[in-house]
Nanobody, 116 residues
Framework: VQLVESGGGLVQPGGSLRLSCAAS????????MRWLRQAPGKERELVAG????????VYADSVKGRFTISKDNAKKTVYLQMNSLKPEDTAAYYC??????????WGQGTQVTVSS
């Protein structure tokens, strides 16, 4: 099982980034996917989630209207489009695959830094 995030980097406030998470080693279409983030000194928090077939999404209040999660089961990839980025969005972003209470996989994380 592998989840590999990419797309992080340094961006100015107001800018955009698109994170990708490529999955392998499990039946991707059976899993709900989530993006979480963790800033230094803070707990990991849920940013966005999407159901296994993409019909349902959930967002943290802090990112509603700015971030969009999407899932391509054919490409086994989940995306997080991040617009209107703010300095407080600076964090390590992690991809998570979940099915039920027993299957729970994590990526290694990708750093997003929003700074002028």
């Amino acid at each position: 099982v592998q989840l590999v995030e990419s797309g992080g980097g340094l961006v100015q406030p107001g800018g955009s980034l698109r994170l990708s998470c490529a999955a392998s080693g499990f039946t991707f279409s059976n899993y709900a996917m989530r993006w979480l983030r963790q800033a230094p000194g803070k707990e990991r928090e849920l940013v966005a989630g999407i159901s296994s077939y993409g019909g349902s999404t959930v967002y943290a209040d802090s990112v509603k209207g700015r971030f969009t999660i999407s899932k391509d089961n054919a490409k086994k990839t989940v995306y997080l489009q991040m617009n209107s980025l703010k300095p407080e969005d600076t964090a390590a972003y992690y991809c998570n695959a979940r099915r039920g209470s027993s299957d729970d996989y994590w990526g290694q994380g990708t750093q997003v830094t929003v700074s002028s």
